[in-house]
């Protein structure tokens, strides 16, 4: 039996497991260029050669073929069937599960799936109000911060109006009911009357990483309250999940840092600066949810929150969360009480790119350092004391040595005073260990490898997975094996690999699936623009050889009514095919 997981119900849990902390609770993973590599569990070895890749959601083995994505490899390591993995994922991650779904549930779901749509209608009627009268003050105030029109198109930036049932009005001439806009919190209802929630504000819909529109953000244009108004949380939005930024984050491939910024402004105008990878979250500090979702996309985070007092708290906060999640948090600090945004207007980009972050640890010593006053022997004791709590996180001797350094000098302490009071507070970490060791390795299984597609094929879908073609480049009928038309009309519908293939039903096909989309390939939008042209072509001429042999089988039987056409068929495509060969 089959049983159905919605499309919705699936990109959830593969938004909330992480390959690389799944697979590492029963293997040790290294980190080697993009890839995570292990011993594979699966067959013997002495040398790694099984491969997880973050970013694809994928894990691969090239010793013996292996490979998929979490919900395969659950059912490998814990013996599961398919939908017994998801139930064991879904329970890792805390989400209700769809085939345990009651009547309400379903209904919950259908009205999530109309929530997006409505969403969607919305953030475009906000974003055609913009260019009207209604909205010029908030196009004069996108202008005036520097942002231009293409920008104000990619991030579908609108305008609300002053009115207190403008998009309410509009919505429902759409079908929307009252009681759906406000599950999607566009509108709110007081005793008995409702109004539109984003008023005169400049509006940023929020997206997640698919693209669809789970909310709103809204500035107040002009005198009002509160400045910044944010969606409520809804059935399809909650503000601990996602970031502003993350249909973005996925565009960018291999980033080596997200910027984690305070405003929305900030991730646009870094955006249009062409500096990739800023997010912000939703109104809301930093929570590890947030945190381990931008994980699978880097694991260094430079914080950029604003100079002031409130952005350094917050700067504080955020680093004691990315490192709970085990990411490496670093800080920029903007010079004259600037923000990343301010900073990229007044200074440019290139002296963006020169600022040098500060490792947490020099961050978090400046902060302590500017609390006390040292010029007092109390005062150099106190801080001697919280420094030493801060030395004992770090793991490098060498780098310990450093800091150890610049901190005798700082408090007239020698350094071994300085290291036992180091041992002392690391004595009292919590140290957190990970069970690593997972015994028996399993018998080798033979190395498969079947031959479901072209090798252009294969390179094509690749290519196709990088999203650096142009929209509407390729098509699922310029494949010609069924798989690779399926898989590519997946990929093209905006599917994740790893979902397209844990769907797949034979495991030789995923193991397939997964070395392709495994594979390295370092192209940017032009090299892929003409990888994707040639393999077009090879693939044009594979297609025209295969008609050339079918018309000469079919001339060997043909009665004589018949031959002419196909002669002409056949010369037809032989000369198609000398003039791709000639090219
Ligand atoms: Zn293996």
Known sequence: MKIHFPRNWIDD?????????????????NKRGANYWALCPFHNEKTPSFSVNREQSLYYCFGCGKGGGVVQFVMEMEKLTFPEALEYLAGKCQLALPANMSYEDEQASSLRERLYELNQEAAKYYHN???????????????????????????????????????????????????????????AQKENHSYDVFRGRAMFPILNMYGKVLGFGGRIIGDGQPKYLNTSDTAIFNKRYGVYGANLLRKQRRLERILLVEGYMDVISLSQAGIQGAVATLGTALTSEQARFMKRFSEEIHIAYDGDEAGQRATERAIEILRGEGLTAKVLSFPDELDPDSFIRERGVEAFNELKPLTDIE?????????????????????????????ALIKSPLELETYLKKLCLETGFSTEALMAQIKIAGSQ???????????????????????????????????????????????????????????????????????????????????????????????????????????????????????????????????????????????????????IKSK
């Open 13 to 29: 849990l593969f938004n909330r497991v992480d390959i690389v902390e799944l697979v590492s609770e029963y293997v040790p993973l």
């Open 363 to 391: 961050f978090t010593l400046n902060r302590i350092k500017s609390k006390t006053d040292i010029s007092t022997q109390d005062g150099r004791l106190t801080y001697a004391n919280k420094a030493a709590e801060v030395l």
């Open 129 to 187: 109000l913009l260019w009207t009268d209604t909205g010029a003050a908030v196009l004069k105030y996108f202008r005036n911060r520097g942002i231009d029109d293409g920008t104000i198109r990619r991030f579908g930036l609108g305008a609300s109006s002053d009115s207190w049932d403008n998009i309410s009005d509009a919505m429902q001439e759409k079908g929307y009911t009252t009681e759906e806009l406000v599950k999607a919190g566009i509108i």
């Open 429 to 579: 970490l919590k140290v957190k260990y990970r069970s690593l060791a997972r015994g028996e390795y399993r018998r080798s299984t033979a190395q498969v490898k079947p031959k479901y597609a072209l090798s252009a094929e294969e390179e094509l879908l690749s290519i196709l997975s990088s999203k650096l073609l142009p929209e509407g480049f390729l098509s699922a009928e310029d494949f010609i094996s069924p798989l690779c038309k399926t898989i590519a009309s997946e990929l093209l519908d905006d599917k994740y690999p790893a979902i397209i293939i844990s769907q797949l039903d034979e495991e030789d096909e995923r193991n397939w699936a997964a070395r392709l989309f495994s594979k390295e390939h370092k192209y940017n939008e032009e090299s892929a623009l003409s990888a994707a042209e040639s393999c077009l072509s090879v693939l044009q001429r594979a297609r025209l050889e295969k008609k050339i042999d079918e018309l000469n089988e079919r001339l060997k039987l043909a009665e004589d009514y018949d031959r002419q056409s196909l002669i002409t068929q056949l010369q037809e495509a032989t000369m198609q095919l000398t003039e």
